[in-house]
Each structure stands twice: as structure tokens, then as C-alpha cells.
């Protein structure tokens, strides 16, 4: 079956950066985009980013323009999502998301918290 796990999430200060990492199983994962989103508590889950099968084509939210990077390694199953100048208003739980054939999958989430 389909399996999305996340790591990577911790506390960070702000100004500074992690990656997450999700592993993906169950599915052929070099012919499916793949998606971050984020939830913060009180708040709707909101797309971060999303990467094409290939990786040739990645979009952001605008929040996160030009300080996040999204890349896979299609060889590994790994959706990566690399995270720089942070800021408290990142502090969110990360999901790795993807839809096949109708079917929404979700991982079980990482923890990102941002603060001195």
C-alpha cells in the first residue's frame, strides 16, 4: 500500500534552516507529482510546494518564494524539502501529500518549530 513517511522536522531558530525528508513506498513514484503542505494549529492545511515527476518543475506558495526548495531523487523514492531563513511563522506541522487514481495519501506529519 501507499506510505509516506516524513522526517526532518525539529526546532530551529529563526534565520535558520532544515530539511525534510519523505520517504514513499506502495506506488510508482517517478510518474506521480508530489506535494508539501503545512498545517499550524487554528489554521486550514495550505499547499507549500509541489514537484513534477521528473523534478523539472517546481511551484511555492508565495510565503515560502525563494527560502524553500522542493527536489526528489526518483533513484531513492525521496521528496525533499529544504527549508532556509525561517521564520516563526513557519512553526507547522509538514505533511507529504500525493493523489493517485482519486486517492488523497498523507503522511503522518513532522514537526517544524520556529523560535529562539
Known amino acids: 500500500q501507499v506510505q509516506l513517511v516524513e522526517s526532518g522536522g525539529g526546532l530551529v531558530q529563526p534565520g535558520g534552516s532544515l530539511r525534510l525528508s519523505c520517504a514513499a513506498a506502495?506506488?510508482?513514484?517517478?510518474?506521480?507529482?508530489m506535494y508539501w503542505y503545512r498545517q499550524a494549529p487554528g489554521k486550514e492545511r495550505e499547499l507549500v510546494a509541489s514537484?513534477?515527476?521528473?523534478?523539472?518543475?517546481?511551484n511555492y506558495a508565495d510565503s515560502v518564494k525563494g527560502r524553500f526548495s522542493i527536489s526528489r531523487d526518483n533513484a531513492k523514492n525521496m521528496v525533499y524539502l529544504q527549508m532556509s531563513s525561517l521564520k516563526p511563522e513557519d512553526s507547522a506541522v509538514y505533511y507529504c501529500?500525493?493523489?493517485?487514481?482519486?486517492?488523497?495519501?498523507w503522511g503522518q506529519g513532522t514537526q517544524v518549530t520556529v523560535s529562539a
Open positions: 501529500y500525493t493523489r493517485r487514481a482519486t486517492v488523497d495519501y
Open positions: 506502495g506506488f510508482t513514484f517517478d510518474k506521480t507529482p
Open positions: 514537484i513534477s515527476t521528473a523534478g523539472g518543475v517546481a
